[in-house]
C-alpha cells in the first residue's frame, strides 16, 4: 500500500483530514476525563494534552478518525502531533511517548482498515503526524542573548526517533513532518526519518509542510518558500507544501510558488479563514470550497486538506469538489 500511494497521486487529489484539536474541543473535556482513571494521581495538570487521550479516551479519538473517513479523507493524521519527550515535558509524561505514538498510530489504523475492507478500489492512509515541537533550533529565546538555543540539533534527533519508530511500529502508512517554522528542526525530524528507513530497511514515504506565519511570506525562522523549498530538496519526499496559520485565501499565492519549483507532490492544508477575538473560526464550509477550488483551478495542489477550525463537514465538500478535478502534474527538472 506504501508504494501505491505514488501511483494514485497520478491519477487523482488525495484528501488530507481536517483538525484533530478542532473536534476534541467539541467534547469539552475536563482535568478529570484527560486524566481517566490511569492518571488520576497525576502530579501536574493535564487538560490540553491532547496527545494523551488517545490512552485515556481512545473512543474518541477513533470516532474523530472514523467521522473524517466517512467525509471522504484518503489520508487521516494520527494524534501525535505534540508526542515528542519534548512536547510531553510540559506534561511530565515524557515516559509515554512511546505508548501515546503506538496506540495513537493503532487507533488510526483500525479505522483505515475497516474502510479499506469495505471499499477495496479506495485505500486509506494513515500518516503518522511529527509537529515542530515547541523548541526552535536555529533562534534564540532569549532576546538579551542572540546565541543561546533552547534545543540542539542531537537532542531533536533523539527525540524525533523515539517517536518515529512508535508510529512505525503502530502501523503508519506515511510519516508527516508539518506544521514547521524552523527548517533546522524538520531537517533533525528528516534526518531520523532517514537513519531509521535505512536501520529498519523500509521505504515509507515522508510527507514535509511548512507553515507562512504571516504576510510576509516567511516561516517563523525567516524563509521564504523558495528557501524552504531549496532548503529540503536533497531530501526523497513524497510531498512538500503548506499548512496552518493561514486561510485558504492568504495561503494560495504561496503555494503557486511552491508548486512551480518542486518536482515533488505538493500538499496544502490551510486553516479554515483567520481566527476571531475568541480564537475561534467563522468561516463556513461552504466558505472554504470556494476557496478552495481556486487550488485545483490553479493546478498547484496534489493533497489537499484542512487544519484549524475544519472539521468533517469541510472535508466532505472539500473531498467532493477535488473529485472535479486533476491533479497537478509533476514538473521534471525545475
Known amino acids: ?27 469539552k473535556f475536563s482535568e478529570s476525563d484527560y486524566r481517566g482513571s490511569r492518571f488520576i494521581n497525576h502530579s501536574c495538570n493535564v487538560q ?37 519527550s519534548i512536547g510531553m515535558a510540559d506534561y511530565k509524561m515524557e515516559s509515554l511517548v512511546k505508548e501515546i505514538n503506538y496506540e495513537s498510530a493503532r487507533l488510526a489504523k483500525k479505522a483505515t482498515n475497516k474502510f479499506n475492507e469495505k471499499q477495496l478500489n479506495k485505500p486509506r492512509f494513515v500518516a503518522g503526524s511529527i509537529g515542530p515541537t515547541n523548541k526552535t533550533a536555529s533562534m534564540s529565546p532569549d532576546v538579551n542573548d542572540p546565541g543561546f538555543r533552547a534545543i540542539t540539533f542531537d537532542n531533536l534527533v533523539e527525540s524525533y526517533s523515539e517517536q518515529i519508530n512508535a508510529l512505525i511500529d503502530g502501523g503508519v502508512d506515511i510519516l508527516l513532518v508539518e506544521t ?5 528542526n524538520a531537517k533533525a525530524a528528516l534526518f531520523a526519518c532517514d537513519v531509521i528507513k535505512e536501520t529498519r530497511k523500509s521505504d515509507i514515504p515522508v510527507m514535509v509542510s511548512g507553515t507562512i506565519t504571516d504576510a510576509s511570506g516567511r516561516t517563523l525562522s525567516g524563509q521564504t518558500v523558495e528557501a524552504f523549498v531549496t532548503s529540503l530538496s536533497h531530501i526523497p519526499l513524497l510531498s512538500i507544501g503548506l499548512n496552518c496559520a493561514l486561510g485558504a485565501d492568504l495561503l494560495l499565492p504561496y503555494m503557486k510558488r511552491l508548486s512551480k519549483i518542486t518536482e515533488n ?26 476557496l478552495i477550488k481556486e487550488y485545483f483551478e490553479a493546478n498547484c495542489v496534489n493533497i489537499i486538506g484542512g487544519c484549524c477550525g475544519t472539521t468533517p463537514e469541510f472535508i466532505k465538500l472539500i473531498s467532493e469538489e477535488a473529485a472535479k478535478h486533476e491533479p497537478r502534474k509533476i514538473i521534471q527538472n525545475v
Open 1 to 27: 500500500m506504501n508504494n501505491s500511494i505514488f501511483e494514485i497521486l497520478k491519477k487523482r487529489i488525495l484528501v488530507l483530514d481536517g483538525a484533530m484539536g478542532t473536534m476534541i474541543q467539541k467534547y
Open 48 to 84: 490540553g494534552n491532547n496527545d494523551l487521550l488517545s490512552l485515556t479516551q481512545p473512543e474518541a479519538i477513533y470516532k474523530i478518525h472514523e467521522e473524517y473517513l466517512d467525509s471522504g479523507a484518503d489520508i487521516i493524521e494520527t494524534n501525535t502531533f505534540s508526542s515528542t
Open 180 to 184: 514547521i517554522f524552523d527548517t533546522l
Open 265 to 290: 507532490y505538493t500538499s496544502a492544508f490551510p486553516n479554515a479563514g483567520l481566527p476571531n477575538a475568541f480564537g475561534e473560526y467563522d468561516q463556513t464550509p461552504n466558505e472554504m470550497k470556494s
